[in-house]
Protein backbone atom coordinates (compact mmCIF):
# COMPACT_ATOMS: atom_id res chain seq x y z
CA UNK A 1 0.00 0.00 0.00
CA UNK A 2 2.43 2.55 1.22
CA UNK A 3 4.77 1.97 -2.14
CA UNK A 4 2.21 2.56 -4.46
CA UNK A 5 1.82 6.18 -2.23
CA UNK A 6 5.00 6.90 -3.58
CA UNK A 7 4.74 5.84 -6.83
CA UNK A 8 1.63 8.15 -6.94
CA UNK A 9 3.55 11.03 -5.85
CA UNK A 10 6.46 10.56 -7.84
CA UNK A 11 4.13 11.23 -11.19
CA UNK A 12 1.50 13.44 -9.12
CA UNK A 13 -0.23 16.15 -11.03
CA UNK A 14 0.28 18.36 -8.07
CA UNK A 15 3.59 19.51 -9.41
CA UNK A 16 4.81 20.70 -5.42
CA UNK A 17 3.66 16.80 -4.68
CA UNK A 18 5.41 15.82 -6.85
CA UNK A 19 8.84 18.07 -6.06
CA UNK A 20 8.71 17.30 -2.78
CA UNK A 21 8.60 12.86 -3.71
CA UNK A 22 11.51 13.20 -5.92
CA UNK A 23 13.25 15.48 -2.99
CA UNK A 24 12.77 12.34 -1.19
CA UNK A 25 14.44 10.48 -3.68
CA UNK A 26 17.61 8.24 -1.54
CA UNK A 27 14.76 6.87 0.57
CA UNK A 28 12.15 6.06 -2.77
CA UNK A 29 15.24 4.00 -4.30
CA UNK A 30 15.51 2.26 -0.84
CA UNK A 31 11.58 1.71 -0.93
CA UNK A 32 10.88 1.25 -4.53
CA UNK A 33 14.59 0.09 -6.01
CA UNK A 34 16.20 2.11 -8.36
CA UNK A 35 14.65 0.92 -11.98
CA UNK A 36 11.39 1.62 -10.56
CA UNK A 37 11.73 5.21 -9.49
CA UNK A 38 14.02 5.39 -12.82
CA UNK A 39 10.49 4.63 -15.18
CA UNK A 40 9.14 7.69 -13.95
CA UNK A 41 12.03 10.17 -14.49
CA UNK A 42 10.46 11.84 -17.36
CA UNK A 43 7.82 13.20 -14.99
CA UNK A 44 10.69 14.62 -12.92
CA UNK A 45 12.45 16.39 -16.14
CA UNK A 46 9.01 17.74 -17.22
CA UNK A 47 9.85 19.92 -13.66
CA UNK A 48 12.85 21.48 -14.98
CA UNK A 49 11.17 23.31 -17.36
CA UNK A 50 7.63 23.95 -15.69
CA UNK A 51 6.05 27.55 -15.55
CA UNK A 52 6.35 27.98 -12.13
CA UNK A 53 9.77 29.49 -12.16
CA UNK A 54 9.95 28.34 -8.17
CA UNK A 55 9.75 24.73 -9.35
CA UNK A 56 11.81 25.33 -11.86
CA UNK A 57 14.83 26.31 -9.46
CA UNK A 58 13.77 23.40 -7.07
CA UNK A 59 13.98 21.22 -8.98
CA UNK A 60 17.63 22.29 -10.73
CA UNK A 61 18.98 22.78 -7.59
CA UNK A 62 17.83 18.73 -7.10
CA UNK A 63 19.65 17.80 -9.99
CA UNK A 64 22.98 17.03 -9.14
CA UNK A 65 21.74 14.07 -6.71
CA UNK A 66 20.10 12.62 -9.68
CA UNK A 67 23.01 12.76 -11.87
CA UNK A 68 24.79 11.30 -9.33
CA UNK A 69 22.48 8.32 -8.81
CA UNK A 70 22.55 7.83 -12.16
CA UNK A 71 18.38 8.55 -12.76
CA UNK A 72 18.86 11.18 -15.63
CA UNK A 73 21.56 12.06 -18.05
CA UNK A 74 22.57 15.44 -17.76
CA UNK A 75 21.31 16.00 -21.43
CA UNK A 76 17.76 15.63 -20.58
CA UNK A 77 18.09 18.82 -18.37
CA UNK A 78 18.02 21.68 -21.13
CA UNK A 79 19.94 24.71 -20.08
CA UNK A 80 17.45 27.29 -21.66
CA UNK A 81 15.07 26.28 -19.20
CA UNK A 82 17.69 27.39 -15.86
CA UNK A 83 18.72 30.35 -18.25
CA UNK A 84 14.85 31.66 -18.55
CA UNK A 85 14.87 31.31 -14.16
CA UNK A 86 18.37 33.40 -13.78
CA UNK A 87 16.50 36.14 -16.07
CA UNK A 88 13.17 35.99 -14.42
CA UNK A 89 13.35 34.54 -11.30
CA UNK A 90 14.32 35.62 -7.90
CA UNK A 91 17.84 36.21 -6.53
CA UNK A 92 18.16 32.46 -5.18
CA UNK A 93 18.73 31.72 -8.81
CA UNK A 94 22.13 32.75 -8.77
CA UNK A 95 22.19 31.19 -5.58
CA UNK A 96 21.58 27.76 -7.11
CA UNK A 97 23.50 28.61 -10.17
CA UNK A 98 26.96 28.98 -8.15
CA UNK A 99 26.17 26.18 -6.89
CA UNK A 100 25.43 24.04 -10.06
CA UNK A 101 28.46 25.22 -11.44
CA UNK A 102 30.40 24.06 -8.67
CA UNK A 103 28.89 20.70 -8.85
CA UNK A 104 29.58 20.50 -12.77
CA UNK A 105 26.41 20.56 -13.77
CA UNK A 106 26.44 24.00 -15.85
CA UNK A 107 29.40 25.73 -17.21
CA UNK A 108 30.57 29.35 -16.20
CA UNK A 109 30.19 30.28 -19.27
CA UNK A 110 26.19 29.75 -18.59
CA UNK A 111 26.37 32.52 -15.70
CA UNK A 112 28.66 34.84 -17.65
CA UNK A 113 26.19 35.33 -20.60
CA UNK A 114 23.51 36.19 -17.90
CA UNK A 115 25.57 38.38 -15.68
CA UNK A 116 23.48 41.68 -16.21
CA UNK A 117 20.57 40.15 -14.78
CA UNK A 118 22.62 39.83 -11.37
CA UNK A 119 23.93 43.25 -11.85
CA UNK A 120 20.29 44.62 -11.97
CA UNK A 121 19.58 42.75 -8.52
CA UNK A 122 22.64 44.85 -7.11
CA UNK A 123 20.48 47.80 -7.19
CA UNK A 124 17.04 46.18 -7.35
CA UNK A 125 14.72 46.24 -4.11
CA UNK A 126 16.55 45.85 -0.64
CA UNK A 127 15.55 42.26 -0.40
CA UNK A 128 16.59 41.80 -3.76
CA UNK A 129 19.61 43.99 -3.16
CA UNK A 130 20.49 42.42 0.06
CA UNK A 131 20.68 38.82 -1.29
CA UNK A 132 22.47 39.77 -4.82
CA UNK A 133 25.48 41.89 -2.42
CA UNK A 134 25.64 38.27 0.32
CA UNK A 135 26.60 36.64 -3.17
CA UNK A 136 29.15 39.03 -4.84
CA UNK A 137 32.29 37.55 -2.95
CA UNK A 138 31.83 34.28 -4.66
CA UNK A 139 30.62 36.12 -7.65
CA UNK A 140 34.24 38.28 -7.35
CA UNK A 141 36.20 34.84 -6.75
CA UNK A 142 34.64 33.66 -10.08
CA UNK A 143 35.59 36.43 -11.91
CA UNK A 144 31.94 37.03 -13.42
CA UNK A 145 31.75 40.65 -11.92
CA UNK A 146 34.34 43.70 -11.59
CA UNK A 147 34.21 47.38 -10.58
CA UNK A 148 31.12 47.32 -8.34
CA UNK A 149 29.69 50.30 -6.82
CA UNK A 150 29.83 50.09 -3.23
CA UNK A 151 26.85 52.78 -2.57
CA UNK A 152 24.25 50.60 -3.86
CA UNK A 153 24.64 48.70 -0.65
CA UNK A 154 26.28 51.02 1.98
CA UNK A 155 23.51 53.93 1.25
CA UNK A 156 20.70 51.53 2.23
CA UNK A 157 22.02 52.29 5.72
CA UNK A 158 20.45 55.70 5.17
CA UNK A 159 17.30 54.70 3.62
CA UNK A 160 15.04 56.09 6.77
CA UNK A 161 11.78 53.84 5.55
CA UNK A 162 14.16 50.55 4.95
CA UNK A 163 12.44 48.01 7.55
CA UNK A 164 14.80 47.46 10.75
CA UNK A 165 15.25 43.65 10.78
CA UNK A 166 16.24 44.22 6.90
CA UNK A 167 18.35 47.16 7.53
CA UNK A 168 20.44 45.36 10.63
CA UNK A 169 21.24 42.34 8.34
CA UNK A 170 22.34 44.88 5.57
CA UNK A 171 24.54 46.47 8.28
CA UNK A 172 26.22 42.65 8.96
CA UNK A 173 26.41 42.30 5.50
CA UNK A 174 28.58 45.60 5.06
CA UNK A 175 30.40 45.05 7.77
CA UNK A 176 31.68 41.51 6.32
CA UNK A 177 32.11 42.63 2.91
CA UNK A 178 34.62 45.92 4.87
CA UNK A 179 36.64 42.89 6.45
CA UNK A 180 36.61 40.74 2.90
CA UNK A 181 38.17 44.70 1.31
CA UNK A 182 35.39 44.74 -0.79
CA UNK A 183 33.51 47.37 0.45
CA UNK A 184 36.16 50.22 1.37
CA UNK A 185 34.07 52.78 3.33
CA UNK A 186 31.25 52.61 6.00
CA UNK A 187 29.14 55.24 6.97
CA UNK A 188 29.66 55.83 10.88
CA UNK A 189 26.51 58.80 11.87
CA UNK A 190 24.54 55.34 9.93
CA UNK A 191 25.96 52.66 11.70
CA UNK A 192 25.09 54.60 14.92
CA UNK A 193 21.64 55.01 14.43
CA UNK A 194 21.33 51.60 13.81
CA UNK A 195 23.23 50.55 17.06
CA UNK A 196 21.30 52.73 19.07
CA UNK A 197 18.00 51.36 18.08
CA UNK A 198 16.41 50.15 21.39
CA UNK A 199 16.04 46.69 19.81
CA UNK A 200 19.58 46.56 18.39
CA UNK A 201 21.33 43.88 20.53
CA UNK A 202 18.19 41.41 20.89
CA UNK A 203 17.71 41.40 17.33
CA UNK A 204 21.39 40.98 16.61
CA UNK A 205 21.19 37.79 18.74
CA UNK A 206 18.28 36.61 17.19
CA UNK A 207 20.05 36.98 13.91
CA UNK A 208 22.90 34.96 14.92
CA UNK A 209 25.15 38.51 14.76
CA UNK A 210 28.00 39.26 17.37
CA UNK A 211 26.77 42.87 17.97
CA UNK A 212 30.36 43.34 19.94
CA UNK A 213 31.80 43.79 16.68
CA UNK A 214 29.86 46.43 15.55
CA UNK A 215 30.58 48.09 18.80
CA UNK A 216 34.22 47.79 17.94
CA UNK A 217 33.99 49.28 14.91
CA UNK A 218 32.53 52.49 16.57
CA UNK A 219 34.84 52.51 19.34
Known amino acids: ?63 PKLLKLGLVQRSEADDKCFVKALREGDINAWWIGIDLYKEGVIDLSLLKNEIESYKKALSSDPLTRLGAWSLLPEMLKLDLVK ?47 IVNN ?10 DKDWKKVIQVLS
Open 1 to 63: MITEVYKSLLISENKYDRLDAWFKVDYLVNVLGINEVKSKINFFISLLCDKDLDIVLHAWQLL
Open 147 to 193: DIDEKLIVDLLKDKSLNYHIKLNVLYLVLELKEKGIIKNLDIQAVKE
Open 198 to 207: PMFKQLSEAY
